[in-house]
């Protein structure tokens, strides 16, 4: 089935919440040729099989649930795709990083871009987002979330690494570097995103910041410099090469 697919080589975004995806898939959907839509959150796109005669049917056809839904994924991507009138699909959901077994399995020629980001920082914009009251609450996300990208990024088949602090201190070497790794020439245009239509910055699917809102590369906000670093969050600072 997976040699049968209408999008044959995708390419994910591997990142935990609140770490920039939202700039990267629009930095990239700045390029000609490459759809980035906001969040598709392909995990909760699930099929039913709703009786027995169903089943059967489907059975003999020699495909299961999760077929059905990897053949919707993939028909809904390329429909994106179709659309657009691009070559290359980025999907961005943070969610990927707890379905990159099914990813793998739906699309074995897929591609993957790991993004990190300070973990200190990352618990910072979940608390400033509203969706934890502290640090604290926060790392334990930030640790959820960690523990499953690294995971992804130990098995995936391919994949190219990169930091939200690279990403906005260091553009153009960044995207240059991800354009040869996905096999596009690079552009200019990329960096100025804000002169491209990226659908609508809307909590749920995507950043919905003014910082994204604005158009511009901004410089990535710092973990405050006052924050006692939450425990959960200083192996992962440390395993990802952050000082705290």
């Known amino acids: 089935m997976p040699d049968q697919r209408l999008v044959a080589a995708p390419v994910f975004i591997l990142s935990p919440i609140r770490s920039g995806s939202t700039l990267l898939r629009c930095l990239l959907g700045s390029h000609p040729g490459v759809h980035a839509p906001h969040e598709l959150h392909l995990g909760g796109l699930t099929v039913n099989v709703d009786d027995e005669f169903t089943d059967l049917a489907v059975r003999t056809l020699g495909l299961g649930r999760e077929d059905l839904e990897h053949l919707l994924w993939d028909r809904l991507l390329h429909r994106q795709l179709t659309e657009a009138g691009k070559t290359v699909l980025v999907e961005k959901s943070p969610g ?22 300070h973990p200190v920082a990352i618990a910072d914009s979940i608390r400033r987002a509203g969706d ?89 906000t710092p973990p405050p410099a006052d924050a006692d670093v939450p425990p959960l969050l200083k192996p992962w600072c440390e395993k990802w090469g952050y000082p705290t």
């Open 96 to 117: 990927n990083v707890f379905i990159w077994q099914r990813l793998v399995d739906c699309w074995p020629d897929a591609r993957y871009i790991v993004l990190r980001r």
């Open 132 to 220: 934890a009251t502290d640090l604290a609450e926060a790392a334990v996300t930030v640790d959820k979330f960690a523990t499953a990208l690294d995971e992804a990024a130990a098995y995936v088949p391919a994949s190219i690494s990169v930091t939200y602090e690279q990403l906005t201190a260091e553009p153009e070497a960044t995207c240059k570097a991800l354009c040869e790794y996905i096999g596009i020439p690079w552009e200019p245009a990329m960096l100025d995103y804000g002169r491209h239509d990226h659908g609508p910055f809307v909590y749920g699917i995507g950043d919905w910041s003014p910082q994204i809102a604005s158009g511009r590369i901004q410089d990535a």
